[in-house]
Structures are given as C-alpha cells and as structure tokens.
C-alpha cells in the first residue's frame, strides 16, 4: 500500500514539475515572439539593431559569476559572439538549437542557441567542435544562457 501511494504521489509530482516545465518553455517563447515582434516595429523596417560584441568566455564568466549583473549587462541585448559547437538538436517543442562554449569538456554554462527558421539548413551542416560566430538576442540564463532567433555569421 505505500509503495502504490508513494508511486501515485511521486507520479503526480513528476506531471507537476512537466507541466511547469512545459508552461514556462511555452510563455518564453510567446513573451520572446511579441516582444521582438514590437521591438522590430519599433526600428526602421530593413535595420537591425547592431548587435553588441562579446567574447564567448566573457558571457559565459559572467553569468557564472552573477547572474543578476549579467542579465542587466546581456538579457534582451543582440549581441555577436564566436565560439566551438558542442551539440545541435531540437527541443521538446521541436525548435533547433545549437550550443556553444569555449571548446572546454563539460563547460556549464553554454549558449544554448536558438536558430531562425531560415537558418535551419546551416544548422543541419554544422559539425560538433566546429567554430562558428552567431548574433541572436539574449534571453537570460536557464541552466545554459538563451539566446534567441540565432543567425550565423563569417567569422
């Protein structure tokens, strides 16, 4: 009888923290698709913002150091950075990301980015430990730093 309660309840914990999981993928991705969608109204119809230029190790140090700081310093900027590609797949919601760091082995955190629509085809071209540079819009830090509608650039 207590291994079915324990099992009903630890089941009942797991759609919980799934569900919150899920919610919260779900909210950024409304919140990051009417607020660029707003910002991009805002600035002249063929510019874009110029992206602020970062080394990876900076981004990466810093939002080890203090999230806090960072995010006043990075969150909601379009900044450009270079960095070594550890992995490219999809997430749960089916949207292609690529992340970044230093080269090093298990570097936490990464730049978890994700890639524009029109950039899929480079991303399905591109190869683990390949240096490549990348300009998106931060979205903060969740266990990697987020970074948003990724495009590749020349290095």
């Known amino acids: 009888m207590l291994k079915v309660t ?5 089941g009942l914990f797991s759609l919980c923290f799934l569900g919150t999981c899920l919610g919260a993928i779900g909210a ?7 607020g660029e969608t707003a910002s991009i109204r805002t600035t002249a119809a063929h510019e874009k913002p110029a992206p602020k230029l970062v080394e990876i190790r900076t981004l990466l140090a810093e939002y080890a150091d203090n999230e806090v700081r960072a995010d006043s310093n990075f969150k909601d900027q379009v900044i450009q950075t270079a960095g070594v590609v550890d992995d490219i797949k999809k997430d749960i919601m089916n949207s292609v990301y690529v992340t970044l760091g230093t080269g090093r082995q298990f570097e936490i ?5 994700f890639v524009a629509d029109e950039q899929v085809k480079k991303a399905a071209n591109l190869s683990k430990g390949t ?3 990348i300009r998106g ?3 903060g830090l969740m266990m ?8 590749f650039v020349d290095l």
């Open 144 to 151: 990697n730093v987020l970074v948003r509608d990724c495009e």
């Open 6 to 10: 324990l099992f009903v309840v630890g």
């Open 131 to 133: 240096k490549i540079g």
């Open 28 to 34: 950024a991705k409304k919140g990051s698709t009417s």
């Open 109 to 113: 955190p990464q730049i978890q980015c």
């Open 137 to 139: 819009r931060v979205q």
